[in-house]
């Protein structure tokens, strides 16, 4: 392997590494609805993580749940938990549905048919990245009461190179810390535990350690939904290896006129090199409101950092496995120790030498 090909893998792992492919849960980022209520049994209580607190119908025709996540995802699976003490076969033939229409749950199309589920057990459907807003569950017929106690709704999120990354900001309001705006969660509901915020002051600022240098192909950035959609204006997008006033020096990506509220906003940054990405707002009595933040881009190791490495007696191999192992150990694996495995060569030219003795 030469120098460019090794350069190129190492990036490659690098970048691959970095992923985060744990499953979230994000139903409770969503509000809840059914057909009709029985008593205190509420849609909302299938959200709440307890398996004694169910949704209830009543008994009608068709009845049905639904859940409106906000935005339209990629959905992994879908999981149900029965009820426990009662009435589990009221769940049988359920249908997953998952859609953008919100008005008809029953031309969304199917992700699973529920056959059954054993009383207090809680089953997985998948259904392989089905794209929609809305993820409901109907029970086709008359005469039907539609019961079960907790939904979870998983989704991937396999590129964002922000995710459990170190972030700062140049002040907290509240319970508005950093770290809310890399959970995932794009705070259309309940914002005040969803998104960040910095109290009101001059030059606000909110930055994301990338760990290693990347090349950053774009930032996506959510807006507030519910209030101060404005507070985004004019916000700069700074990406950078320096931490000179806070990072905010950084080369500048681009600059925030405005984003609708509620929305995803996605801005292009042509591969800026750069560890950290910062938002940042000049200017006097200003807050900096952030929902989400995504940045996308590949891993980068520096031609210079080789030839020091190589110049230092380290091979190509050795190089290599360093670099994995670091990436590994960032990623949570510090147990593993990996080794290159390979015949030895003076072993290889013996065996070369008894083969051409035996031709003779």
Not at 65 to 75: A, C, G, N, Q
Request: with cysteine.
């Amino acid at each position: 392997m030469n120098l460019r090909d090794f350069y190129k893998s190492l990036s490659f792992l690098l970048g691959k590494f970095s992923l985060e492919l744990i499953p979230v849960n994000i139903a409770t980022w969503g509000t809840a609805d059914q057909s009709t209520l029985h008593d205190h049994w509420y849609a909302q209580n299938a959200l709440d993580g307890k398996s004694n607190t169910c949704s209830c119908t009543t008994t009608q025709t068709n009845p049905w749940w639904k859940l409106d996540l906000m935005k339209t995802f990629s959905v992994n699976r879908v999981t149900i938990t029965n009820r426990l003490y009662c009435c589990n076969s009221w769940i049988n033939g359920a249908e997953i549905r998952i859609g953008n229409v919100s008005s008809n749950v029953f031309s969304n199309p199917v992700c699973a048919v529920v056959s059954t589920i054993p009383a207090g057990d809680t089953y997985s459907y998948s259904c392989h990245g089905m794209k929609g807003r809305y993820v409901s569950v109907n029970l086709p017929g008359t005469s039907k009461i539609l019961t079960f106690c907790d939904v979870g709704v998983y989704v991937i999120f396999p590129d964002n190179l922000a995710t459990g990354r170190t972030v700062t900001q140049s002040s907290t309001f509240g319970y508005w810390s950093a770290d809310h705006a890399i959970d995932f969660n794009p705070g259309l509901t309940n914002a005040w535990s969803s998104c960040s915020s910095t109290i009101v002051q001059t030059n606000p600022w909110w930055r994301v350690d990338l760990s290693y240098i990347y090349r950053v192909s774009r930032v996506v950035i959510t807006n507030i939904l519910d209030c101060c959609a404005e507070r985004i204006n004019g916000a700069e997008i700074r990406i950078g290896h320096s931490l000179e006033n806070n990072g905010n020096n950084n080369p500048i990506c681009a600059v925030i006129s405005s984003i609708p509220a509620g929305v995803s906003s996605t801005y292009i940054c042509n591969n800026m090199e750069g560890r950290y990405v910062n938002l940042f707002i000049p200017g006097y009595s200003k807050y900096l409101t952030l929902c989400e933040v995504e940045v996308y881009g590949e891993g980068v190791i520096k031609q210079a950092d080789l030839v020091f490495w190589e110049n230092n007696g380290f091979t190509e191999v050795e190089i290599w496995l360093f670099m994995l192992q670091s990436a590994l150990a960032e990623q949570g694996f510090s147990d593993e120790t990996l080794q290159w495995s390979q015949p030895p060569e003076q072993e290889v030219m013996r065996k070369e030498a008894r083969e051409t003795t035996r031709i003779k």
